[in-house]
Structures are given as C-alpha cells and as structure tokens.
C-alpha cells in the first residue's frame, strides 16, 4: 500500500520570507500523481498544487513551487513571500491512476507577522 | 454551479443513535469520496463510489455503510453511532477524465 509522510507536525515562517514543506511517499508503481493541499481555519479542502509523475518539471502556481525528487520519491512544497493567508494544515497526497487519494498527516504552518 | 455540498454542517449524536450524511455535487463527477479527518491523522477514506449504483470499501469502513443510488448523491450512514465516529466528514468527488478531487466543506460530528 502507498504511503505518504509529512515529517513536519509544525512549521512558522515570518511574513515575506519563504518556507517548505516536506514530503516523501512510498510506491512502486512508476505513473501517479501528486498534490498538495490547504486547510484554512475554515476547513475548506483547497487544491494548491499538482503534479504528474511523469513530467519532469516542477510545476508552480504563483508564489507555491514544488520540488520533485522522483527517485528519492520526495515532493516538497515552497512557499515564497509567505502571507498571513498562507497560514493553514497543509497535506500532501498521492494517487495511482483510477484510485482514490491517500494523504499524509499534515503540517500546521503559522505564518508571524 | 454549487460544487460539492454536504448536509449537516455539525450534528450532535447520542451514542447508539443512527443518521445518513448526505452529499451532492453538481459537476456530474462519476466519482465519489468519504473521508474522515481527526486530528494528528490526515485524511482517511471511509468508503467510495466509481459510479452510480457502485461502492467500495476504503480504508476504514467499519461502523459506516453508503449508497450511491443518484449519479450526484453520496450518502453515508452510521447506524449505531459510537463515540469513536466523533469526526469531521469530508465527501470530495471527481470526474473520471481528471485526477483532482475537490471537496465539499465537511460535516462536523460529535457523539457523546
């Protein structure tokens, strides 16, 4: 079974200044795909980030970038110019094709102005 | 364009007590989520659905049952609430040509 591990149970940035989060998964198979995720005070599940294992490059969405490391099965978040905004559980999540999400545990990111 | 509702926002339940949270989504998903977050372990999936008249088990279905009988509904049952169901319930759906879920708002429930 896959899995999915946030090594990072809390994090705090100061505002403007640029953090990541991490995350590494286990898998044998070589297509999936992965997300990140942001759960505001609000609790609304919103769509950060995503990326198919079979691209090469790094996909970004404005100020949210991600490494990915696929031998070393690694799919870190950055954020730069952190906002107030910005501060939420994010969870990282992996998907074979046709298969539903598995997510890891989250990590509670404070953004400190 | 709704998305994905859920009814109940927040229900309080005695324990033994049953009742069916119900999810809709308006984008003609085939596919259908429930989750339960608690705090320290993310989310896990309950019980989901690739299409009409279809369900399958995730990973922890115990106490739960679900029906699909609408395309757009998802509903979840608990027939004798435990406390240990006192959760916050996401329903998330999907089409099948995309890999994106996307979530309703959650259902809070509490048993005593």
């Known amino acids: 079974a896959q899995t999915v591990t946030q090594s990072q149970p809390e994090m705090s940035v100061q505002e403007a200044e640029t953090v990541t989060l991490s995350c590494t998964y286990d898998t044998s198979e070589n297509n999936y795909y992965l997300f990140w995720y942001k759960q505001p005070p609000s609790r609304q599940m919103i769509l950060v980030i995503r990326q198919e294992a079979y691209k090469q490059q790094n996909a970004t969405e404005n100020r949210f970038s991600v490494n990915f490391q696929k031998a070393a099965k690694s799919f870190s978040l950055k954020i730069s110019d952190s906002q107030l905004g910005d501060t939420a559980m994010y969870f990282c999540a992996f998907m074979k094709r046709h298969t539903p999400l598995v997510f890891g545990k989250g990590t509670r990111l404070s953004v400190i102005a | 364009n709704a998305g994905v509702t859920q009814t109940p926002k927040f229900r309080v339940l005695k324990t033994g007590q049953s009742m069916t949270l119900l999810c809709a989504q308006d984008m003609n998903h085939e596919y259908m989520y429930w989750y339960r977050q608690d705090p320290g372990m993310g989310l896990r999936l309950i019980h989901y659905?690739?299409?009409?008249?279809?369900?399958a088990k995730g990973e922890v279905p115990d106490g739960y049952n679900v029906s699909r009988l609408k395309k757009q509904n998802f509903l979840l049952g608990l027939e004798s609430a435990a406390p240990s169901q006192t959760s916050v319930y996401f329903c998330?759906?999907?089409?099948?040509?995309?890999?994106?879920?996307?979530f309703g708002p959650g259902t809070r429930l509490l048993v005593l």
């Open positions: 659905s690739v299409g009409e008249g279809t369900t």
């Open positions: 998330a759906s999907r089409n099948g040509g995309q890999e994106t879920q996307y």
